[in-house]
């Protein structure tokens, strides 16, 4: 019979990994958690959660009926210990990012020397634990904590999950959630976005998506707030929530104002199995072709997918088409239903058919698909000092040399892709915009293209309301 390893879990992404490792290697685990360590976080009630949940998928998923998983040990009370606890006070043990580490490692060793047990504490490398090590190692009754993943990054942590199928993204980490959602705001929202990066996963990742946006999260525009990109990559994450693919997402954010990115995208992402993200924050004034080729830069997938900021998707199918096609070696330039009117009562197909570019009149192509391969051939898109100094016209450029280069594009009507309606004019554009990047530029309006119907889940979406803008805010932030 394998010895015993007592391990602290919190439902978190390192003691949930350790502790799942420990099980695939036949190890029998007995799980503590302590309800409260003095480190302020709100989460118990989620945690408790998270962990009895991950215990119903490790005994259904990887090992039916097995008992090698103790049932959880709840520690509701610490015992005291004044002289342990005064030493890592005066060591610089505390809540602060300054602080020597944080007070959860006092109370870890505190329980661990009461109980005379050596329990296993899941501080990867790089942190404060990591740091300051030596230091800690010194204070009484560290030496009952078995400090086992200073060795191990959040990489190989991802590419064990991935060779093995274990899905870390449902795991916890906020320590002041809302509603039983994660705030996204607090430190630990921030470092999971973040640090959730497959560094070492290679090719596990096989699309990467690239939004490039500036003040298109709470635009204003008659009665109506326009959450376009809140709007848009929750629509995308919903989509891609269907796909067996690891997928990254990328924003070039050039300083938007109106809803600061940091402020509500990590909390939206914490709700999705995203394998990376990466925010991209560009000095200077807003190119279009500029910050695809930065985001294109970041890319780490086979597939490089760019999509509008007021986009939506609502099929899954919409990003297994084309990334199936794009990998097969031809560009993918789809064309939206275009809404017209702020209540999505009429709207055209924004675009023609034909593979052939023969003008601006033949509709939008900054939406796309295309190979990694492709893509370093055709050199990006082209930006400042090449003609593109203002806003647009590089997708149609971009989409001329694609069908030169390659002889051959799909360019179909996509179902389930819609462009939101925003106003059209160009002092609406450049009210959105710093001064004088809109200057010049007339956006197309729906011009030969005519009205038809709106697809049956387009009428799904305008019941709604507003956008899906409130249950968006709802899910990321409360409305803040």
């Known amino acids: ?21 420990c099980l695939f290697e036949g190890e029998t685990v007995q799980p503590h958690y302590i309800m409260s360590t003095g480190d302020g976080r709100e989460s118990q009630a989620e945690e408790l959660r998270t962990m009895n949940e991950w215990r119903e998928l490790v005994r259904q998923r990887y090992f039916p009926g097995f008992r090698n998983l103790l049932p959880l040990n709840v520690i509701r009370r610490l015992p005291e210990d004044p002289a342990l606890t005064k030493a890592w006070t005066k060591a610089g043990c505390g809540n602060r990012p300054e602080d020597l580490v944080g007070r959860q490692y006092e109370a870890m060793a505190r329980y661990a020397k009461a109980e005379g047990l050596h329990v296993a504490c899941c501080a990867e490398q790089g942190g404060r634990l990591h740091r300051n090590i030596e230091a800690v190692r010194k204070l009484p009754g560290a030496s009952s904590l078995q400090f086992v993943m200073l060795e191990v990054d959040k990489g190989q942590m991802l590419a064990w999950a991935h060779e093995k199928s274990v899905p870390l993204s449902s795991t916890w980490s906020c320590w002041h959630p809302v509603d039983g959602r994660p705030c996204g705001l607090c430190q630990m929202c921030r470092e999971r976005v973040v640090s959730y990066s497959p560094l070492n996963v290679g090719k596990a990742v096989n699309l990467s998506i690239i939004f490039n946006v500036l003040n298109r999260s709470r635009a204003k525009a008659l009665d109506y707030t326009l959450r376009l990109f809140p709007n848009c990559l929750h629509s995308v994450l919903t989509s891609l929530r269907k796909m067996p693919s690891a997928y990254q997402i990328i924003v070039v954010d050039w300083g ?21 993200y990466d925010h991209i924050t560009p000095e200077g004034v807003f190119n279009r072709g500029e910050g695809r080729n ?28 084309g990334l199936r ?41 900054g939406n796309l698909f295309i190979s990694r391969e492709q893509w370093e051939r055709t050199g990006g898109f082209k930006s400042r000092g090449e003609g593109f100094e203002k806003w647009g016209r590089e997708d149609i450029d971009f989409r001329k040399r694609c069908f030169r280069e390659f002889r051959n594009i799909d ?61 968006v805010e709802r899910a990321i932030v409360g409305g803040k």
């Open 1 to 21: 019979m394998s010895k015993t390893r007592h391990i602290f879990w919190t439902g978190g992404f390192d003691s949930t990994y350790y502790l799942t490792r």
């Open 256 to 276: 938007s104002t109106d809803w600061p990115i940091n402020d509500w995208v990590p909390g939206l992402l914490h709700q999705f199995p995203v394998s990376r």
């Open 294 to 321: 930065l985001g294109a830069a970041a890319a780490i997938g086979d597939v490089l997918c760019f999509l509008d900021a007021d986009m939506l998707v609502t099929s899954p199918e919409f990003f297994r088409d």
């Open 325 to 365: 096609v794009a990998a097969s070696g031809t560009p993918v330039f789809p064309i939206c239903y275009s809404f017209d009117d702020p209540k999505w009562l009429t709207g055209c197909w924004r675009g023609s058919e034909s593979t052939a570019v023969r003008g601006a009149g033949e509709g939008s192509s």
């Open 411 to 471: 360019r179909r009507r996509a179902y389930g892709f819609y462009h939101q309606w925003h106003p059209t004019d160009p002092d609406w554009v450049d009210q959105h915009l710093p001064e004088g990047v809109g200057e010049g530029h007339k956006p197309a309006r729906r011009g030969k293209w005519p009205v038809e119907p709106c697809p049956s889940d387009a009428i799904d979406l305008r019941l709604r309301g507003d956008y899906l803008g409130d249950m």
